[in-house]
T-cell receptor, first 113, second 113 residues
Framework: SAVISQKPSRDICQRGTSLTIQCQVDSQVTMMFWYRQQPGQSLTLIATANQGSEATYESGFVIDKFPISRPNLTFSTLTVSNMSPEDSSIYLC??????????FGQGTRLTVV | AQSVTQPDIHITVSEGASLELRCNYSYGATPYLFWYVQSPGQGLQLLLKYFSGDTLVQGIKGFEAEFKRSQSSFNLRKPSVHWSDAAEYFCAVGVNSGYALNFGKGTSLLVTP
């Protein structure tokens, strides 16, 4: 199994500002994933972060809004840029084991005011 | 198009009663299948998974699920529900090892005394 630590666990931010979320894994993994869970909704994949290459974004998500870094095999960051109230969500980091089992961080609960 | 459907948005059961949460998927091949639970303010916890083999899989907390290829279903069951089972339940599908998951919209379970 993998242990994933996310920081911050929650934050309240002013609209127009940016927040960077950190994700640390206790083992080396090839791919890390960032999901968004809007209030009362399911999880939606934002992007896949590969070490050594640019992240791959899903339809509806763009790099300018959600820039991602992946400097090594155990760490990634997701930035939510120029925030608006619509960005209020839980953001989750995830990794998959070789057995295709996904592990999730506790999430970052973001409120934009 | 690939999809995961959880037909029931909300389900209410009495404590001690049996439970079945439905999940249907639409994929070209047999996918990796998962059930996750999310308690209020908590992260996602894996209940069980199916990759291959025995179509009836046992999970944690007394849950089980049965894969039925002919019905493209992976329903979650529990013979006797406890009040602590009240949570949001997500069915998820993966197409390959190391890939992101596609989540259903979730079923909210309410347990009454």
């Amino acid at each position: 199994s993998a242990v994933i630590s996310q920081k911050p666990s929650r934050d309240i931010c002013q609209r127009g500002t940016s927040l960077t979320i950190q994700c640390q894994v206790d083992s080396q993994v090839t791919m890390m994933f960032w999901y968004r869970q809007q209030p009362g909704q399911s999880l939606t994949l934002i992007a896949t972060a590969n070490q050594g290459s640019e992240a791959t974004y899903e339809s509806g998500f763009v790099i300018d809004k959600f820039p991602i870094s992946r400097p090594n095999l155990t760490f990634s960051t997701l930035t939510v840029s120029n925030m608006s109230p619509e960005d209020s969500s839980i953001y989750l980091c995830s990794v998959s084991s070789p057995a295709a089992e996904a592990f999730f961080g506790q999430g970052t609960r973001l409120t934009v005011v | 198009a690939q999809s995961v459907t959880q037909p029931d948005i909300h389900i209410t059961v009495s404590e001690g009663a049996s439970l079945e949460l439905r999940c249907n998927y639409s994929y070209g091949a047999t996918p990796y299948l998962f059930w996750y639970v999310q308690s209020p303010g908590q992260g996602l916890q894996l209940l069980l998974k199916y990759f291959s083999g025995d179509t009836l899989v046992q999970g944690i907390k007394g849950f089980e699920a049965e894969f039925k290829r002919s019905q493209s279903s992976f329903n979650l069951r529990k013979p006797s529900v406890h009040w602590s089972d009240a949570a949001e339940y997500f069915c998820a599908v993966g197409v390959n090892s190391g890939y992101a998951l596609n989540f259903g919209k979730g079923t909210s379970l309410l347990v009454t005394p």
